[in-house]
């Protein structure tokens, strides 16, 4: 059997580590919002090379704080237009319509499934007033067209960054693009916690202090609340996993990336769509994304070898129930890529024989 990801295998190797570390956590007394949560956020944003990174309890919680933290500021109003990859995972869509304001779903660039600036531009009216960049399966969208969009429309920018933990532009660091990102820290995640878990990072000192209140009842100070706001912290058990799960990323990164190069030297038959990757990049390489018209015979051919598949993801946010105002969007190439898309194992802990097996497989596969 070749697990998808093997969450077990990947969290034992640092074992002795990660015990230490909880074992540090309950020995000093102090669960929530101490020396492990400070450190973390330190660490964390000097890995993105940011200002700040202000932990919350996970990913769709920093991106709903950070647009919340924009109304608050009065940067945004109810009602503005988000511009966001209609082929994203739902908690993009569910941060902006959360905060009463507007997705606009956009078309992916067809290669990479990330934004494309033109299909931004075009976009673009009087009422948007920020753009949601969603760097799918590890790689950054065109963040320097992006943000010279943003710039000439004075736009917000809010990158997610839940599946690109490290990814680079010309050596700029996922998360330091935008004018905040939202990480997600979830176990599968590139650097995944022992549970859920999240982050802002930003360089605006005004939105930091913001979002540290908000994700503390809208508390700046102990018993003044300066907001209504919410109960999203990072404990200090999951920060002091992350310090470990950090300082191994890099190595994990590395690994990932060669297994990536394997698959795209290996893998041939003309019916299986590869990963497009930039020049410029540095993919992260969070899923591997093959795309295949008959999707369902090669899932199913996987499958009968023990070989584990899943889709990232089945149905677009605008086709969920969630969005019935949504199911009637034209948005054919969005379609056409939910329908066509799987996601091959990509785990740092596979060896050779697992990679030279899907490889030869996914050749004989007679599409
Ligand atoms: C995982 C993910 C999220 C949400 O993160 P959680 O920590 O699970 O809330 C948001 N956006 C994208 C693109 C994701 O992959």
Same mark, same amino acid.
């Given at each position: 059997?070749?697990?998808? +990801?093997?969450?077990?295998?990947?969290?034992?190797?640092?074992?002795?580590?990660?015990?230490?570390?909880?074992?540090?956590?309950?020995?000093?007394?102090?669960?929530?919002?101490?020396?492990?949560?400070?450190?973390?956020?330190?660490?964390?944003?000097?890995?993105?090379? @940011?200002?700040?990174?202000?932990?919350?309890?996970?990913?769709? !919680?920093?991106?709903? +704080?950070?647009? &919340?933290?924009?109304?608050?500021?009065?940067?945004?109003?109810?009602?503005?237009?988000?511009?966001?990859?209609?082929?994203?995972?739902?908690?993009?869509?569910?941060?902006?319509?959360?905060?009463?304001?507007?997705?606009?779903?956009?078309?992916?660039? #067809?290669?990479?499934?990330?934004?494309?600036?033109?299909?931004?531009?075009? =976009?673009? @009216? #009087?009422?948007?007033?920020?753009?949601?960049?969603?760097?799918?399966?590890?790689?950054?969208?065109?963040?320097?067209?992006?943000?010279?969009?943003?710039?000439?429309?004075?736009?917000?920018?809010?990158? !997610?960054?839940?599946?690109?933990?490290?990814?680079?532009?010309?050596?700029?660091?996922?998360?330091?693009?935008?004018?905040?990102?939202?990480?997600?820290?979830?176990?599968?995640?590139?650097?995944?916690?022992?549970?859920?878990?999240? =982050?802002?990072? @930003? *360089?605006?000192?005004?939105?930091?202090?913001? +979002?540290?209140?908000?994700? *503390?009842?809208?508390?700046?100070?102990?018993?003044?609340?300066?907001?209504?706001?919410?109960?999203?912290?990072?404990?200090?058990?999951?920060? =002091?996993?992350?310090?470990?799960?950090?300082?191994?990323?890099? @190595?994990?990164?590395? &690994?990932?990336?060669?297994?990536?190069?394997?698959? &795209?030297?290996?893998?041939?038959?003309?019916?299986?769509?590869?990963?497009?990757?930039?020049?410029?990049?540095?993919?992260?390489?969070?899923?591997?994304?093959?795309?295949?018209?008959? &999707?369902?015979?090669?899932?199913?051919?996987?499958?009968?070898?023990?070989?584990?598949? +899943?889709?990232?993801?089945?149905?677009?946010?605008?086709?969920?129930? =969630?969005?019935?105002?949504?199911?009637?969007?034209?948005?054919?190439?969005?379609?056409?890529?939910? *329908?066509?898309?799987?996601?091959?194992?990509?785990?740092?802990?596979?060896?050779?024989?697992?990679?030279?097996?899907?490889?030869?497989?996914? *050749?004989?596969?007679?599409?």
């Amino acid at each position: 059997m070749v697990p998808f +990801l093997d969450l077990q295998k990947i969290n034992q190797q640092y074992q002795s580590e990660l015990k230490e570390a909880c074992s540090r956590v309950i020995d000093s007394g102090w669960y929530i919002m101490g020396n492990e949560l400070t450190q973390f956020e330190t660490e964390f944003a000097a890995y993105c090379g @940011t200002k700040y990174a202000i932990g919350v309890a996970n990913g769709l !919680d920093a991106l709903i +704080l950070t647009l &919340r933290s924009w109304k608050e500021l009065g940067k945004l109003n109810t009602g503005d237009e988000v511009i966001v990859q209609a082929n994203t995972y739902i908690a993009s869509v569910l941060a902006i319509t959360e905060n009463d304001l507007v997705p606009v779903l956009v078309e992916p660039n #067809p290669g990479s499934y990330n934004l494309d600036p033109e299909t931004v531009v075009a =976009a673009i @009216t #009087p009422k948007t007033k920020a753009i949601l960049p969603v760097h799918l399966y590890g790689q950054l969208s065109p963040m320097p067209e992006i943000m010279a969009i943003a710039n000439a429309h004075n736009l917000l920018v809010l990158e !997610d960054c839940a599946q690109a933990h490290g990814a680079e532009i010309n050596g700029k660091r996922a998360g330091s693009w935008g004018d905040a990102a939202g990480f997600s820290f979830y176990p599968g995640k590139n650097l995944g916690a022992l549970g859920d878990a999240g =982050a802002i990072t @930003t *360089n605006d000192d005004e939105l930091a202090q913001t +979002l540290k209140a908000l994700r *503390n009842y809208g508390s700046h100070k102990k018993y003044e609340n300066l907001y209504q706001g919410v109960n999203s912290r990072l404990d200090e058990i999951q920060a =002091a996993v992350l310090r470990v799960k950090l300082r191994f990323l890099e @190595t994990e990164t590395l &690994r990932r990336q060669i297994i990536s190069q394997k698959y &795209r030297v290996g893998i041939t038959n003309p019916s299986i769509i590869l990963p497009h990757v930039a020049n410029e990049q540095t993919h992260v390489w969070h899923l591997f994304v093959i795309r295949c018209s008959n &999707r369902e015979a090669l899932q199913k051919l996987l499958n009968d070898h023990d070989v584990q598949t +899943l889709i990232h993801y089945p149905i677009p946010p605008h086709k969920q129930k =969630a969005y019935i105002s949504f199911n009637d969007y034209y948005l054919p190439l969005t379609e056409k890529i939910h *329908n066509e898309i799987l996601s091959i194992p990509l785990d740092p802990t596979m060896d050779d024989d697992s990679i030279e097996k899907i490889i030869k497989l996914l *050749n004989e596969y007679q599409g």
